[in-house]
């Protein structure tokens, strides 16, 4: 047992060990911007310390704006500072240009990894003297919307659109190419400070990338932190100065020149106006689309004199982010005219055409109506600036179209190790035309009466009749064979009630009557023999018992051929009435049950049963001296029983069925082997008699027995 002192060592120990596994890690600190961007935004959001150096690109700190850059790598810093040598001390004095060393932890920004202070306190600063700023970056093949370029001191080219000042900031926005971007200078701007100097003119400015994301954390747009208006390099000195320059033609663009950032001037007249995103001038030589926010302010047929960026919109010049001075209004330009060899030209893109073709097919997709047409050789699109489908027109109509030709050409591709030749036209990939309203559609011709989806439809009830009709066909030829056995079976069974009439008359005529003979020749040998001699009179009365035996087994057989039960009733109603004939006054009980629900048995089948019935009933009344004779017939899912259940006197079976000149038993199982059904017997003396018979329902085995033993047994 361990002492009170040693307990308490051991307890310290114990808790020692679990507040240093308590105790977070000491973690070294991040030395690079680098280092810091290529966090994740969990472990940024962990507060990593930090001990990075840079220069400052942009301070703000009213707006808590603030970036530093080391090299390629550039990052947002939270504006609340304090001398690292004094930490209690706020540093307010920091400027552009600054060297500084900062201490802060990570943290996850809204976009990427940014620095803040430590447990939320200022960031730690040293100044370490001044710096220039680092060169500014250029973005790849002009494309504005790019992540890498976040916080990073950047340059780009653009035409000024509109400026103004509000809280202590001046916001200049920029239009470079198809990109639009504010610039942000902060500092106080009264009225006569405001460089409006600097609308319409095309610009060169360096600043901070400021990167606008959605809730996703995705790039949707930028600005640009510039400390002040040095930063902003004018090209040149705005439309003014250009109106009085010489027009060029559409061909003269693109071509080589030695300042490629000046804009040009063109003229020509509006041949389609799309608001909010240019129109398409036709010149002297050509047509062209114009990007320009005043697209609304012209009309069609206006004439019009445009300044502004030259570019390529597919293999044919356009013209950028330009300034439109309208002119006269004239009368709408006429389309030219394009048969369907000359739509894949693309020296027609973007002029005003006309199209003859068949309109296959029209629907609506982000606010814009989109038609598909064929001329006879290919099919192309055609696009509605609203959701707007032209009514009146129905498909396959014949139809004329006007709108601007947009045709995509297909570039060659270069082998590897050559140099690109010259090209005299370049192959296209497709056409399409942009309308300008519904009223570039009008109706030559309505279509004829067998349309595509008439005849689809007529072909498609067509093969559903030819369906239905093959149906029907089985249908009927099923009826047709079934109608036909039927009457087959019908015709048989009067075959077979003529043929059992003809054998009764026979036996009528013939044996009855030779045996009613023979009977009053007994009865005559008697009389005379009277009580003379016992041993004559013997043989002559067992003689008149057997006559008169087989006088009621040829009644009975004569009886029973002549029959018409079933052919009047079913198997029930004759069972019953079978049994109502066997009832006497003070004779046996004789009860009948049917269930389940009754069909028709193919022949000889409720023949043979009905046999088996009236074989087992006279059995019962006449040998078996039965009370209670029950008569049950089934008809039961997948087969038909028929039971007949006595209390009389019963027998051995063994020595019944081995009797001879009895062929009631016989007879029972032969016509169980007839309908190939499963008959029991179950009997012993003094205990009354069951018989059974259990016919499955298997028609084609059953018609074959019918036709086998088409004359049943009496």
């Known amino acids: 047992m361990p002492g009170p002192r040693q307990s308490w060592t051991l307890f310290s120990l114990v808790a020692f060990l679990l507040l240093r596994a308590s105790a977070p890690a000491q973690t070294e600190p991040l030395t690079s911007i680098e280092a810091i961007r290529n966090l994740s935004q969990a472990e940024a959001d962990r507060g990593l310390p930090v001990q990075v150096s840079g220069v400052v ?38 400027s552009v240009g600054d060297k500084v060393a900062l201490t802060g932890i990570t943290t996850a920004g809204t976009f990427a990894p940014a620095i803040t202070g430590a447990n939320s306190g200022p960031v730690l600063v040293r100044r370490e003297g001044r710096s ?29 659109r509109q400026l103004g000042a509000r809280q202590n900031r001046l916001y200049i926005e920029i239009a470079s190419g198809r990109t639009i971007f504010t610039v942000v200078i902060p500092g106080r701007w009264p009225a006569d400070s405001i460089p409006n100097h600097l609308i319409n003119a095309s610009v060169r400015v360096r600043g901070v990338y400021g990167s606008i994301t959605n ?8 600005r640009l932190y510039t400390p002040n208006l040095r930063f902003i390099q004018i090209l040149d000195g705005g439309a003014d100065s250009l109106w009085s320059r010489r027009p060029l033609g559409v061909e003269e663009l693109m071509r080589f020149r030695q300042s490629t950032a000046e804009r040009v001037r063109l003229q020509g007249h509006v041949t389609a106006v799309f608001p909010g995103e240019g129109v398409f001038l036709r010149t002297t030589d050509g047509s062209i689309r114009v990007a320009t926010p005043q697209a609304g302010s012209v009309q069609i047929g206006q ?64 606010g814009e109506t989109l038609l598909l047409l064929g001329d006879g050789v290919r099919t192309f699109t055609a696009q509605l600036p609203a959701d707007d489908l032209p009514s009146g027109i129905p498909l396959q109509s014949l139809v004329q179209l006007t709108g601007i030709a947009l045709v995509e050409p297909e570039f060659p591709a270069l082998q590897s190790g050559t140099v690109a030749e010259p090209v005299s036209a370049l192959p296209a990939n497709s056409f399409s035309l942009a309308l300008r309203s519904t009223a570039d559609i009008s109706l030559l011709r309505r279509p004829p009466f067998w349309t595509q989806d008439r005849i689809l439809a007529a072909f498609v009830f067509l093969a559903f009749s030819l369906l239905l009709l093959t149906f029907w066909l089985v249908a009927l030829r099923r009826k047709v064979r079934s109608q036909t056995r039927i009457i087959s079976e019908k015709a048989a069974n009067q075959h077979i009630l003529e043929e059992r009439a003809r054998i009764a008359r026979e036996l009528h005529d013939t044996l009855e009557q030779e045996l009613a003979g023979i009977g009053l020749q007994l009865d005559l040998a008697r009389s005379r023999l009277g009580q003379s001699d016992e041993r004559m009179l013997r043989p002559v009365e067992l003689a008149l018992r057997m006559l008169r035996r087989c006088q009621s087994e040829t009644r009975r057989s004569i009886a029973n051929l002549r029959s018409t039960q079933l052919e009047q009733a079913d198997l029930p109603s004759a069972l019953r009435t079978m049994a109502e004939e066997h009832r006497t ?66 027998f051995d079976l063994a020595q019944g069925e081995a009797r001879e000149g009895h062929f009631g038993l016989r007879g029972m199982r032969e016509r169980a082997a007839k309908l190939r059904a499963d008959l029991t017997i179950d009997t012993a003396p003094g205990k009354g008699t069951r018989i059974s018979l259990a016919l499955p329902l298997r028609p084609r085995k059953l018609q074959c027995a019918g036709r086998l033993h088409a004359l049943p047994a009496p």
């Open 132 to 160: 220039g700023l680092p060169s500014p970056v250029r973005p790849l093949r002009g494309n504005l919307l790019d992540p890498s370029l976040d916080c990073l001191w950047i340059e780009a080219d653009g035409l000024v």
């Open 57 to 94: 690109t942009f301070l703000d700190v009213p707006r808590s704006l603030a970036f530093i850059q080391n090299g390629p790598h550039a990052i947002y810093v939270s504006p609340r500072f304090a001398d690292a040598d004094q930490p209690g001390t706020p540093l307010v004095d920091l």
């Open 215 to 222: 809730e996703h954390r995705q790039l949707i747009g930028l």
């Open 303 to 366: 004439w019009v004199d445009a300044v502004g960026f030259s570019t390529m919109d597919g293999s044919r010049p356009a013209l950028e982010d330009a300034i439109l001075q309208p002119g006269p209004v004239g009368p709408p330009p006429d389309p030219i005219p394009l048969r369907p060899a000359q739509l894949l030209d693309t020296g027609r893109h973007g002029e005003l055409v006309s199209v003859r073709a068949t309109l296959m097919d029209r629907f609506s997709r982000q």
């Open 585 to 650: 006054p003070g004779g046996a009980d004789i009860s009948v049950t049917v269930t389940g629900t009754p069909v028709k048995l193919p022949a000889p089948g409720d023949q043979h049963f009905l046999r088996l019935f009236q074989e087992a009933l006279a059995n019962a009344l006449k040998h078996a001296h039965a009370q209670t004779i029950h008569l049950r017939l089934a008809y039961e899912p997948g087969r038909v029983l028929a039971e007949i259940q006595d209390n009389g006197d019963g």
